[in-house]
T-cell receptor
Framework: RKEVEQDPGPFNVPEGATVAFNCTYS??????FFWYRQDCRKEPKLLMS???SGNEDGRFTAQLNRASQYISLLIRDSKLSDSATYLC??????????FGKGTRLHILP | EPEVTQTPSHQVTQMGQEVILRCVPI?????FYWYRQILGQKVEFLVS????????KSEIFDDQFSVERPDGSNFTLKIRSTKLEDSAMYFC???????????FGQGTRLTVV
C-alpha cells in the first residue's frame, strides 16, 4: 500500500461549485498533515495545515480523521484560479515529508 | 519572494557528468530538504538535512547523490555520473518554524542528454 494515496482526477468542476478531495495515509505514526497546491511546472506551495479538530481558511476547509487515516479538503464557491494540482502531504516523526501524487482540479467557466 | 533561491533555474548536462545544484535560504534555518519531480510524476523525497547533518534519506538518495552546506549558508545537492533518468525538477525546501512543513524554492530543471 502506498504511503499517501490520492485520487489523481482530474476533477472538472463548474465555477462556483463545491468540490472535495480525500487522501489516505498508511503510516499510523504520521504526525503532521498538510495540503499543498502545485501549479503546472511550478513549485508546491503550502495551502494549509490539517488538524484533528478541522480547520477553515476562507473557502477552504480541511479535516483529519486519525481513526480512518484520511484527510480531506473542501473548496467552496470554486474560482477559476483554484485550478491546480492539490497535494496531500504527511510528515512522519522522522522528518520525512511524504507527498501524494496529487489530485488535478480544473474549474470550468 | 521565494523562501529559498535555487540556481541554476535550468541545467543541461551530458550523461556521465557531475552537476551541483545550489540552494540559498533567505534567512537562517535548521531544516532543509531536497525533492525531485520527474515530469508528470509525484514529488519524491530525497533527503532531509538538520543542523548541518543528514537526518533522513530515501532509497533514491544512493551513493550517486550527496549534500553539503559548505559555508553555513549555501546548501548544495551534487549528482555524480548523471543518468538520463535523473532528468527532473529538483526542489530545495526549508523547514517551517515548527520544523514540520516545507517551503519550496522555484526549482532547478535538470536535463540529462
Amino acid at each position: 500500500r502506498k504511503e499517501v494515496e490520492q485520487d489523481p482526477g482530474p476533477f472538472n468542476v463548474p465555477e462556483g461549485a463545491t468540490v472535495a478531495f480525500n487522501c489516505t495515509y498508511s503510516n499510523s505514526a504520521s504526525q503532521s498533515f498538510f495540503w499543498y497546491r502545485q501549479d503546472c511546472r511550478k513549485e508546491p506551495k503550502l495551502l494549509m495545515s490539517v488538524y484533528s479538530s478541522g480547520n477553515e481558511d476562507g473557502r477552504f476547509t480541511a479535516q483529519l480523521n486519525r481513526a480512518s487515516q484520511y484527510i480531506s479538503l473542501l473548496i467552496r464557491d470554486s474560482k477559476l484560479s483554484d485550478s491546480a494540482t492539490y497535494l496531500c502531504v504527511v510528515n512522519r516523526r522522522d522528518d520525512k515529508i511524504i507527498f501524494g501524487k496529487g489530485t488535478r482540479l480544473h474549474i470550468l467557466p | 519572494e521565494p523562501e529559498v533561491t535555487q540556481t541554476p533555474s535550468h541545467q543541461v548536462t551530458q550523461m556521465g557528468q557531475e552537476v551541483i545544484l545550489r540552494c540559498v535560504p533567505i534567512s537562517n534555518h535548521l531544516y532543509f530538504y531536497w525533492y525531485r519531480q520527474i515530469l508528470g510524476q509525484k514529488v519524491e523525497f530525497l533527503v532531509s538535512f538538520y543542523n548541518n547533518e543528514i537526518s533522513e534519506k530515501s532509497e533514491i538518495f544512493d551513493d550517486q547523490f550527496s549534500v553539503e552546506r559548505p559555508d553555513g549558508s549555501n546548501f548544495t545537492l551534487k549528482i555524480r555520473s548523471t543518468k538520463l533518468e535523473d532528468s527532473a525538477m529538483y526542489f530545495c525546501a526549508r523547514g517551517g518554524d515548527r520544523g514540520v512543513e516545507a517551503f519550496f524554492g522555484q526549482g532547478t530543471r535538470l536535463t540529462v542528454v
